[in-house]
């Protein structure tokens, strides 16, 4: 294995349509994570979002507190948390709090974000979102220094205040973003840029070297969308209902473009041919992700969504375990 951890990339996603209690549907989830880690997977990724009918969850911080409690060795990280909806003095306690109590597992990825509703009722400018996030984490670095804050700017005060406890192993800070200007600012403000479906990666790295960085400066969060199973036309088909429905809520909410102006996607055969998705075989699956690797030599992380929306814990079980056997060994 190579120095790359390869893990997985959940949502916590419970819809109407295919909904269990809640709490059952947790502890499936929390139990097959832990799992997860004994089979080989190095990471456990989380996202972030509000009011939503399918319960997407809000909450990863408190997430990855229970996942750091099932764990042992496993990376754990957000791709992402919206930053600019939140104080980041407060989310820096909380992520060195993390950090602290995960013996320094944790990293804290986070992106601008996109959705109007979510804004609103935060009190926050949709306009405002670069100032924001870039302010954010400096401020979230300035935190973690052990040194008080002293910063002044277009959104945010700090005074003479010190955050603790300070994390003895200081988290790093990944930004997200999938059109130019937020990947370059990635580049210049993040130690290393969330990556979604591979989108942006050439723009980052030559951003790095433009601004007289390594591309070892700067660590590749890659998010993959890629469905790894035996045969994995089949298990697209047999997920098909689930697959569409999560890449169709994201295109009502604007994550591909303005909602208006970006058609949903009729049947998952188009979906997979014009989205995100990738359908690969343990072979397919070795061969493109050691590409990957050698071909961008700053990848740190490779991760996949673990259920899709809806999907039972069995159905995503299977594709772990086949992931983890015929995959895993043979990368690197």
Not at 179 to 186: G, L, N, T
Not at 224 to 239: M, Q
Not at 247 to 253: R, T
């Amino acid at each position: 294995m190579s120095d790359v951890n390869y893990g997985l990339w959940y949502d916590f996603r419970n819809p109407l349509r295919w909904q269990q209690s809640n709490e059952a549907f947790y502890a499936e989830r929390l139990t097959q994570i832990a799992e997860a880690e004994e089979l080989g997977f190095g990471s456990c990724w989380l996202t972030e979002h509000h009011f939503c009918e399918d319960g997407y969850t809000p909450s990863p911080l408190v997430l990855a507190a229970a996942i750091a409690a099932r764990t042992k060795q496993m990376r754990l990280g957000t791709n992402l948390m919206l930053l600019p909806l939140h104080d980041p003095v407060r989310v820096a306690e909380d992520v060195a709090t993390l950090s602290l109590t995960s013996g320094g597992r944790f990293d804290l990825g986070v992106g601008i974000g996109y959705r109007q509703l979510e804004f609103d009722h935060f009190g926050r400018k949709l306009s405002h979102r670069p100032s924001l996030v870039e302010e954010g984490i400096e401020i979230l670095r300035r935190s973690w220094s052990g040194k008080p804050i002293n910063f002044s700017g277009k959104r945010f005060e700090v005074g003479d205040l010190a955050v603790t406890p300070v994390p003895q192993t200081v988290p790093k800070v990944y930004l997200g973003g999938m059109v130019e200007p937020a990947i370059q600012r990635a580049a210049r403000v993040a130690d290393g840029f969330l990556c979604t479906g591979g989108i942006g990666i050439d723009i980052y790295n030559e951003a790095l070297l433009q601004q007289g960085k390594a591309l070892d400066d700067g660590d590749i969060i890659l998010g993959c969308w890629a469905i790894i199973a035996e045969d994995p036309e089949a298990e697209a088909a047999k997920i098909g209902d689930h697959i569409l429905y999560q890449i169709n809520e994201y295109i009502k909410w604007g994550a591909f473009g303005p909602p208006d102006a970006t058609p949903l996607f009729d049947d998952v055969k188009s979906a997979i041919e014009n989205g995100l998705y990738e359908l690969w075989d343990a072979d397919t699956a070795v061969k493109e992700l050691n590409k990957l690797m050698t071909t961008y030599p700053n990848i740190r992380d490779i991760h996949f969504w673990a259920q899709f929306p809806g999907e039972s814990v069995e159905s995503g079980n299977a594709r772990l375990r086949y992931i983890a056997e015929k995959v895993l060994p043979r990368l690197g």
